[in-house]
């Protein structure tokens, strides 16, 4: 059910027909939309009142509501006259939220300003927002301790010296995490002995120390990422003990048997720190890898292509589901596990929650078992944002990577 009378910025309405012609773009045929594996147990959807959109389900769904959350982008409706041309949408999009555009310049800056005609009244408190692109982490960093930018996102290695100042707060992100893929379906990613040995690789605590200046708000434990500290999902031992000696001994017997050793590590530009690092300790073990940093598009073209031998990303839940299924378009390592699939669809559709979190509890071994994927730390970013920046009545941030700044307002 919709709220009555909310409009998208270009004056059309909100209603069950503009929900139903987002959600036909998500699950054409030809989509790689990220929101058509949670839309898959659709198998029918239809409006049954001008703000009502009424969902048969092929089976029952417990997590089905997640479709419509950040989880994915099924949720975000575009106003169908203005997804006519789709081409200026990926310009100019115009939503029914709290700001809209007034102008953006590719790789420079995106202006919004505020929605008089928010359906929330007297939202948003801010006249506007202006999104900086702002690559170089340094200049980033030292903007938002000046004060010149009131929020930015923050490397790890950076956390203590900036967290260290009193007009700024960092906040880390649980609930997802840095992820390592070897790309199973080709060249050495698809030897299992070279996937068990990128895992033994890695230390948590190395990690912690190279990448988060041995920063107080990791202390090098993975066992539960990418869950939140503390998750019922997390798994004792799932988490394969550094070895270097067998790591170089597995590459050393999968070469020996004619293997390429060679493998391309493909990573957001932003990540050079991380990929570097990486590359070091896998080439200690007799990988041969080449570094291929590439900007937004083409990571996301990469991701949803598997045109890669390693990709660096990151990852947690729900959308994890997406990145493991095989039927997905988006899936990691591009080799289908029926084994895993059925636990997958276990963990988005039984009914209970104990039920979904013993079946991601499976995924978890499952992905340990066969060295499918690692998570060698949490993610690498985080929330920073000025003390004169508050959000809602309790002026603390306590989200993730996505910030909601319909009742964010400013300090003098």
Same mark, same amino acid.
């Not at 040995?197 to 605590?205: K, S, V």
């Not at 990486?278 to 080439?283: E, P, S």
């Not at 900007?295 to 996301?300: E, K, L, P, T």
């Not at 990303?313 to 994890?320: I, K, T």
């Given at each position: ?307 890669? =031998?390693?990709? #660096?990303?990151?990852?947690?839940? /729900? $959308?994890?589901?997406?990145?493991? !299924? +095989?039927? @997905? ?39 340990? =078992?066969?060295? #499918?994927?690692?998570?060698?730390? /949490? $993610?690498?970013?985080?929330?920073? !944002? +000025?003390? @004169? ?24």
């Amino acid at each position: 059910t919709l709220r009555d009378g909310v409009t998208f910025t270009d004056g059309e309405p909100l209603d069950a027909e503009a929900v139903l012609f987002n959600l036909q773009r998500h699950i054409a045929p030809d989509s790689v939309s990220a929101a058509k594996a949670p839309l898959a147990p659709v198998q029918k959807m239809e409006a049954t009142g001008e703000y009502e959109v009424t969902f048969t389900l092929a089976a029952p769904s417990g997590s089905f509501p997640l479709a419509f959350t950040w989880a994915s982008s099924a949720g975000l409706i575009g106003s169908p006259q203005a997804l006519a041309d789709p081409v200026a949408f990926n310009t100019a999009p115009v939503g029914a939220g709290p700001f809209k555009v007034e102008s953006w310049t590719p790789d420079d800056e995106l202006v919004l300003t505020r929605n008089d005609d928010y359906w929330d009244d007297g939202k948003p408190y801010l006249d506007g927002l202006v999104f900086r692109v702002l690559p170089d982490l340094q200049t980033r960093a030292d903007e938002l301790v000046s004060g010149t930018i009131d929020s930015a996102l923050v490397p790890s290695i950076r956390w203590n010296a900036i967290g260290a100042n009193a007009n700024v707060k960092i906040v880390p992100v649980e609930g997802i995490a840095q992820v390592i893929v070897p790309n199973a379906s080709k060249g050495a990613g698809a030897d299992e002995r070279v996937r068990t040995a990128m895992a033994m690789t890695l230390a948590g605590e190395t990690t912690a120390k190279v990448l988060f200046g041995g920063t107080e708000y990791w202390d090098g434990d993975t066992t539960c990422l990418p869950w939140a500290t503390g998750s019922p999902i997390c798994v004792e031992g799932s988490v394969y003990e550094q070895d270097l000696d067998e790591a170089e001994k597995l590459v050393a017997e999968y070469v020996a048997d004619g293997g390429d050793p060679k493998m391309t590590m493909t990573y957001h530009q932003g990540l050079v720190d991380q990929a570097t690092y990486y590359q070091q300790q896998f080439t200690a073990i007799g990988l041969d890898v080449e570094l291929d940093p590439v900007d937004i598009a083409a990571y996301f073209q990469a991701e949803a292509t598997g045109d890669y =031998d390693i990709f #660096v990303g990151s990852g947690g839940y /729900p $959308y994890l589901f997406s990145r493991l !299924y +095989s039927g @997905s378009p988006l899936q990691w390592g591009r080799v289908a596990y029926p084994e895993l699939d059925e636990l997958l669809l276990h963990a988005r559709d039984d009914l209970t929650l104990d039920e979904r979190n013993k079946a991601w509890s499976g995924v978890v071994e499952f992905l340990h =078992d066969n060295a #499918v994927l690692q998570w060698p730390a /949490p $993610y690498t970013s985080g929330v920073g !944002y +000025s003390t @004169s920046l508050h959000f809602g009545e309790s002026g603390d941030y306590k989200g993730s990577l996505i910030v909601y700044f319909d009742d964010a307002w400013l300090s003098s």
